[in-house]
């Protein structure tokens, strides 16, 4: 992939919440085949969708060779709907109580705040950003 976006471990990070993926196409600048976004079933997702947690985007050069793919984690964006609310809230929270495993994109979605560790510092920087309605 060729993006300013942060990839690690097969995981690119650093996508806000309501991010279509019409904008997150623009955020790649690929000459050699073409960008395709599927949700956590396999779909591909239609340009005015939202992109959601766990969605993987991958760049495609001939309809059944895929070059590379990596998995979406959107900041905040917990239970992988692509938005931001309650439900993120209560699924972190309940990561922070060890009662749900967050693992790969969905821990790095639930760290808001990018210091390798998902608690309550991360809880309230969601909590604020679902009050405020502003981009984590």
Do not use: H, W
Request: hydrophobic share 45%; with cysteine; proline share 1%.
């Amino acid at each position: 992939f060729e993006t300013d976006l942060p990839i690690k471990d097969g995981i690119i990070s650093g996508i806000a919440a309501d991010t279509t993926v019409e904008a997150l196409k623009g955020m790649f600048r690929q000459e050699l085949g073409s960008i395709e976004v599927t949700d956590q079933d396999g779909s591909e997702l239609a340009d005015d969708q939202l992109v959601g947690t766990g969605c993987v985007v991958s760049l495609v050069r001939d309809p059944d060779l895929v070059y590379d793919s990596a998995v979406i984690a959107v900041s905040g964006d917990v239970d992988g709907d692509g938005a931001l609310g309650v439900s993120d809230l209560l699924t972190m929270k309940s990561g922070i109580l060890g009662r749900t495993d967050l693992e790969g994109a969905y821990f790095a979605a639930a760290d808001v705040n990018a210091d390798g560790v998902i608690n309550i510092f991360d809880l309230v920087m969601l909590k604020l950003a679902i009050l405020n309605d502003t981009v984590i």
